[in-house]
């Protein structure tokens, strides 16, 4: 299997700019989660989905921030307007079931620079 | 609310020598899983090992195990014969057994092998 897939691996745009980062999990997975790493903040869940539905967005840091997830295997977190504390690296991964011993796969994430 | 401290941000260790990394938590949950996960530079998030806290036997993965103490919140990760691909940062992470899928992690442990 590829993996959890996204992109793009690199992203630097300017401050009020749309920034849409895009997330492939692995295939026959139920959940997809996106997560972000900054220094301050370390490693923290922003949503996760069941079956193409949001269950847990109660770590979105507030408006600016929209997750989708059109179908089962494509999933998109979108910042609009984007703003320099947004500079993260965004983390998506997949995990087959919930619970028990399930491991949440991570791909490669997305560093993000707002200038 | 879960917590997960590590209580080392650096750690160095000698080739073939071992080390132990610390990690400790804080829930008022009984059925839960404990993580460690390896991010060296590529920022690729690696699952290491897990454990179930209703086992009592302390998982192993090669040269990786854990000391899980319950009772004191204490999960640790012992790294035997360290290998120079062992650099890397190293993240303890909690989740409930079932109900949220949600992975809280601590701040990371910078791991370095000397030569």
């Known amino acids: 299997d590829a993996g959890v897939i996204q992109s793009p691996r690199h992203e630097v745009t300017e401050m009020g700019q749309e920034v849409t980062l895009r997330c492939k999990p692995i295939?026959?997975?139920?959940?997809l989660f996106w997560y972000r790493q900054t220094m301050m903040r370390g490693l923290e869940l922003l949503i996760y989905f069941n079956n193409n539905v949001p269950i847990d967005d109660s770590g979105m840091p507030e408006d600016r921030f929209s997750a989708k997830m059109p179908n089962a295997s494509f999933s998109t977190l979108k910042i609009q307007p984007s703003e320099p504390r947004d500079s993260a690296v965004y983390f998506c991964?997949?995990?087959?079931?919930?619970?028990?011993?399930?491991?949440?796969?991570f791909g490669p994430g997305t560093r993000l620079t707002v200038l | 609310a879960q917590t997960v401290t590590q209580s080392q941000p650096e750690m160095s260790v000698q080739e073939a020598e071992t080390v132990t990394l610390s990690c400790t938590y804080d829930t008022s949950e009984s059925d839960y899983y404990l993580f460690w996960y390896k991010q060296p530079p590529s920022r690729q998030m690696i699952l290491v090992i897990r454990?179930?806290?209703?086992?009592?036997q302390n998982a192993t993965e090669n040269r990786f195990s854990v000391n899980f103490q319950k009772a004191a919140k204490s999960f640790s990760l012992k790294i035997s014969d360290s290998q120079l691909g062992d650099a890397a940062m190293y993240f303890c992470a909690y989740r409930i057994n079932f109900g949220n899928e949600k992975l809280t992690f601590g701040t990371g442990t910078r791991l370095t092998i000397i030569p």
């Open positions: 295939s026959g997975h139920d959940y």
């Open positions: 454990q179930e806290a209703y086992k009592q």
């Open positions: 991964a997949s995990s087959l079931e919930a619970g028990g011993p399930n491991t949440q796969y």
